[in-house]
């Protein structure tokens, strides 16, 4: 599984950007889909999933101005993010989680620069 994310740049604060995210290669049905971020000197953090049964789950930090959402046919995923603020500066990576039945696997892409600043 390969997944290829595009969409970041630079925008002022209180900007829209909008991430997405094309996985290929065969994909077990069960899956979970999400983006994550790392800051300059931080962690990597969740900032949302989506389940292939269409669950959502969002960091705190991003409630109510990012929104996940998928598209099952063509195994990709977006994230529109408005709102933005300069501590959403980050790379942000997608993320695919998938169940072969018995085990989880993990697969990332190769990370997409945000920056919020005026």
């Known amino acids: 599984v390969q997944l290829q994310a595009s969409g970041g740049g630079l925008v002022q604060p209180g900007g829209s950007l909008r991430l997405s995210c094309a996985a290929s290669?065969?994909?077990?049905?069960?899956?979970?889909m999400g983006w994550y971020r790392q800051a300059p000197g931080k962690q990597r953090e969740l900032v949302a999933t989506?389940?292939?049964?269409?669950?959502?789950n969002y960091s705190d930090s991003v409630k109510g101005r990012f929104t996940i959402s998928r598209d099952n046919a063509k195994n990709s995923e977006h994230l529109q993010m408005n709102g933005l603020k300069p501590e959403d500066t980050a790379v942000y990576y997608c993320?695919?989680?998938?169940?072969?039945?018995?085990?989880?696997?993990?697969?990332w892409g190769q990370g997409t620069l945000v920056t919020v600043s005026s």
């Open positions: 989506i389940s292939s049964k269409g669950s959502t």
């Open positions: 290669g065969n994909i077990f049905s069960i899956n979970v």
């Open positions: 993320n695919l989680e998938e169940f072969d039945g018995s085990t989880w696997r993990d697969y």
